[in-house]
């Protein structure tokens, strides 16, 4: 410390000191070195710094060597002996454990195999691996340390975020002991030979325990991929879980929305107006959806807000029980729908023009139909005869000038004739459902029993 320094100097002197002792955490055991430390024993600590560090860690002392040396206005001493090269310790044996509340996520590759089944590799080999998990974290674990363990929650859980192909899994533990733990390696925690990603409690203060329960709830509630959990600290009953951990997981996807409504509704604060947020993002969500999955429907619909001479078709063809012709029919207010199957022609007797606002050519099974009316079909300006005979008395006259037409088709209908027909391509829009796709989500579409629909005689 030099005899006079300015009030700057002394502040930047001090800061530099403050580095290296940080810095200090590396070394096995280090002395706690004062603010005002003499430049001799600082430079012997920077000496065994130089030997223990690499990377952005000696970067970081070197420029605290820079300052203190610029606030003192002089070079640090060379070691009377200099310090002997030590082997570098591997970066997890120099990590510094210092803490009541501690979080460990182990990643390992070698758990399960990319391909594989995460259910099926779950009800094997994934129960071995939480049961020895559950046993180290409860009777091998708390023998390491002094403190005692008070609150223990675990976790097993797939990774939602691998890549295409890959099967993942990691495990969550969160530790409270009795008192703050210090360790200047990770060997204690150690599982399966697997070193740990650790987190601490950074909260201070009455925010400590807020951060505690917050940690021990999001290792043990039930997030997307997770396999199974364990605690001793329940939520709910030994602490109160916070309506905002639940928003800001669910915001962020870890959430699904039932799990996140379920938790909202146990924690008894602010439900409703929660509950009507996430379910107004799910109908957005699931609008976007749609749009996705039928690129063709805007387009359709939007030509019919303008008057033109004709109009294109829609037609949805997907899996069957994928509620193509509920789907269409929730178009609109009072569609016209005619069953196809293996009809050669068209019947359309009972169709009103002005009262139906739409006509759903049902399950077509071949394009022959569509190609023998396509004047008909397009919705032109013209009075079509149908039905006609050599007599001519069983014909009859339609009028489809802006009435939108649809076609359902299930996903074995031949479409070679669609894609070699130039016209269907021009005049068809076509929207086609993945294999396993629905119109709806499960759940949407509530069962009626049988006991409460009235018996009615068939339809003449």
Not at 155 to 165: I, N
Not at 167 to 174: F, I, K, Y
Request: glycine fraction near 6%; include cysteine; aromatic fraction near 10%.
């Amino acid at each position: 410390m030099p005899s006079s320094e300015t009030p700057d100097q002394r502040q930047s002197r001090r800061a530099a000191v403050r580095v290296i002792c940080r810095l200090s955490t590396a070394l096995p055991s280090a002395d706690v070195l004062s603010k005002d430390v003499g430049a001799t024993l600082l430079s012997e600590r920077v000496a065994r710094l130089r030997s223990a560090l690499d990377g952005q860690e000696l970067e970081s002392l070197e420029e605290a060597v820079r300052q203190y040396e610029e606030a003192t206005g002089g070079a640090l001493p060379v070691p009377m002996q200099p310090f002997p090269n030590r082997v570098r310790e591997p970066p997890r044996q120099r990590f510094r454990v210092h803490g009541a509340d501690v979080q460990l996520t182990f990643n390992e590759t070698s758990w399960i195999a990319d391909g594989e089944d995460v259910d099926a590799w779950f009800q094997q080999a994934g129960v071995r691996l939480a049961a020895r998990f559950q046993g180290c974290a409860l009777e091998e674990f708390p023998r390491k340390f002094q403190e005692r363990v008070l609150h223990t929650s675990l976790t097993l859980e797939q990774s939602c975020r691998a890549s295409d192909g890959q099967s993942r899994v990691h495990l969550h533990a969160q530790f409270t002991f009795a008192g703050r733990i210090d360790r200047t390696g990770v060997s204690d925690f150690v599982f399966d030979g697997v070193y740990p990603h650790i987190e601490l409690n950074k909260a201070r203060g009455p925010n400590v325990q807020v951060s505690r329960n917050r940690a021990h709830f999001y290792v043990y509630c039930t997030k997307k991929g997770t396999l199974w959990s364990f605690t001793n600290y329940w939520p709910f009953v030994d602490y109160e879980v916070q309506p905002h951990w639940l928003i800001g997981w669910w915001a962020t996807g870890k959430l699904d929305n039932e799990q996140c409504k379920l938790y909202l509704l146990k924690s008894k604060k602010s439900y409703r107006t929660l509950v009507q947020n996430i379910e107004a993002v799910a109908q957005a969500e699931q609008a976007e959806g749609l749009e996705k999955m039928f690129l063709h429907l805007a387009t359709f619909l939007e030509q019919f807000k303008w008057a033109k001479d004709r109009y294109l078709l829609y037609a949805l063809q997907g899996p069957s029980q994928a509620a193509k012709t509920s789907f269409v029919k929730s178009l609109f207010r009072k569609p016209f729908v005619v069953t196809i199957q293996g009809q050669d022609s068209l019947n359309l007797q009972k169709f009103v023009y002005g009262g139906h606002d739409a006509l759903i050519l049902d399950n077509l099974v071949d394009w022959s139909l569509v190609l023998k009316h396509r004047a008909l079909l397009q919705s032109n300006q013209d009075m079509h005869a149908l039905g006609e005979s050599a007599t001519g008395m069983y014909a009859y006259r339609v009028y489809l000038w802006a009435v939108p037409v649809c076609l359902t088709l299930d996903a074995d209908v031949d479409m070679r004739p669609y894609h070699s027909s130039d016209w269907l391509q021009a005049n068809v829009l076509l929207d086609v459902l993945p294999q396993g796709a629905k119109c709806f989500e499960d759940g949407e579409r509530p069962l009626i029993p049988m006991a409460n629909v009235p018996r009615l005689s068939a339809p003449v």
